[in-house]
Every structure is written in C-alpha cells, then in structure tokens.
C-alpha cells in the first residue's frame, strides 16, 4: 500500500471497489446503522460475518435503523467466515482502535482513502480493461471485542481513526461513517493518475496470500525450521513482513515456488 503513485486528472471511482464487512455483530441496530452511513456515501457491498441473530438483515431493528437504505441490507450476504467475506480482495484494511504487536502497517483513514484511489487509477491506467482490477475491504470487529489478533493478521492494513484520548469510544456505525466519507471524498477529489513510468503489477487476492502463507508453513515445518507444537511468534512476524510489502500476484507465485523447491529438496535427501 505504501506505493509512491504519480498525480491522476479523473476521479477515480471506489464505490463499486470498497467492501463494508461487518464481523460477529451483536446489535442488529448496528447492522442497520451501518448500512445507512454506507448508503448516504454512495457505497453499498456489505457482508456480514457470522452475526449474533440470525436472519439479521430482516431483523426489525436492523430494518428500522437502516432508515431508507433497506436496499443495502436486502443485497448483503452472510457468511461464516472472515476468509469468505475477503477472499477475493487484493487490499484488506481492519478498523481497530488498539496497536497490535504483530500488527500490519498502519494507516490513517484519509491517508488509506487516498492511497486506494491512487493504486485503483495506477491499475485502471495499466489494464485494457474498463474498470480497476483491484477490491478493498474495510473489516469492522465485534462491538464489544473488536478484532482479534488473529483476524487483524488476515488483513495487510491496519486503520486507526484518531479520536479523544480521554473518550475514544466509537459506535460501528460511526466508524462504518468516518470511512466511507473518506473514501467518497477520495473519489470526488482525487486528482491522481500514473504516468505509465515503471512496473506496476496486480496486487494479489487475499485467499492467494493465505495460500501463500500456508505453503510456507509446511516447508519452513519440513526443513525443521518451524516447530509446529512450539511456533511462537515466527509465522506472525513473517506476515506482519509481508504486508508491508503489498504483495503482489507475481511475487505471491515467486515464494510459492521457492517453498515447493525446499520441500522438493528436502524429500529427495
């Protein structure tokens, strides 16, 4: 994510780009509020990871609290997993109002906006296609309990929006709000565009990182580099590496192969 990307002259449209997901919501008030928030910034992709009740998107305070975006709610899926929701997306930013110790890069909402916009036009500007190749995620956490570390490791960004430190508690809605303003306002006022100067290759897919990450698991595990009963903390710290990188689909392939090559090596002895 941290791309340095020249100046675009059109706006550059995330609305069809970015995706709200919602994880293990308790209040489906909440549910409803956020889609509302998501409604009037011109976003509309939510997905809901196993939320408390089910059939929550008829639930009648969800209903009631999504005031006029009942739309959102009747084209939002459930899934059961965080893996499911973000399989897909080539940049995954978690909302948390806490640091982690293995946490990914983090980022302000603005300076994230803006960076998306720009890599969004950079891959637009390089694909003959019509629209941008790449799918953002925004991953909300559990009202009470936020995100776990381990969900937090799932994503390549790690947000922060910079509240009162004497009273920095936000509502899901609120913070759904914050983002999708900064994301509109990215779209309406961005004036990046690259140039044309350079390499910029397709930022990989979630499921094909945590592909990626497995693989090298077992080979670091068959080279007796990795101890699977006592992992510590080598396989966070190695993603916490990674995700600075924005790895992309191509570099994504090149460790595959060099974790297929150690453990061809390593059964041929």
């Excluded at 990914?104 to 994230?112: I, K, S």
């Excluded at 920095?168 to 100067?197: D, F, K, W």
């Excluded at 966070?236 to 590496?241: A, F, H, K, V």
């Amino acid at each position: 994510m941290h791309r340095h990307l020249p100046m675009h002259t059109q706006p550059v449209n995330l609305f069809d780009r970015v995706r709200f997901v919602l994880v293990e919501t308790s209040r489906p008030g909440n549910i409803g509020a956020a889609a509302r928030a998501m409604k009037t910034m011109g976003f509309h992709d939510l997905v809901l990871v196993k939320p408390r009740y089910e059939h929550v998107l008829m639930h009648e305070e969800a209903v009631a609290f999504a005031s006029g975006a009942q739309d959102v709610l009747q084209q939002a899926r459930v899934v059961n997993s965080l893996d499911e929701a973000i399989s897909d997306c080539n940049v995954v930013a978690g909302l948390s109002a806490r640091l982690r110790e293995f946490s990914p890069p983090l980022m302000q909402p603005r300076e994230f906006a803006a960076s998306i916009s720009a890599s969004m036009a950079a891959s637009t500007a390089a694909s003959t296609a019509d629209e941008s190749t790449i799918q953002a995620a925004l991953v909300f956490g559990n009202e009470r309990f936020g995100l776990s570390n381990e969900q937090v490791e799932r994503c390549n960004v790690l947000l922060h929006i910079p509240t009162n430190p004497d009273y920095s508690s936000l509502n899901l809605a609120q913070a759904v709000q914050i983002m999708a303003y900064e994301c509109r306002m990215a779209t309406v006022s961005s004036t990046h565009m690259p140039s044309g100067i350079g390499f910029q290759g397709e930022l990989a897919k979630a499921e094909q990182i945590e592909g990626m990450f497995n693989h090298l698991e077992q080979a670091l595990i068959d080279i007796d580099f990795l101890d699977p009963t006592h992992p510590k903390k080598l396989m966070s710290r190695l993603r916490r590496l990674f995700s600075r990188a924005a790895l992309e689909t191509e570099e994504v392939n090149i460790l595959r192969g060099i974790a297929q090559h150690i453990q061809q090596k390593k059964h041929k002895k």
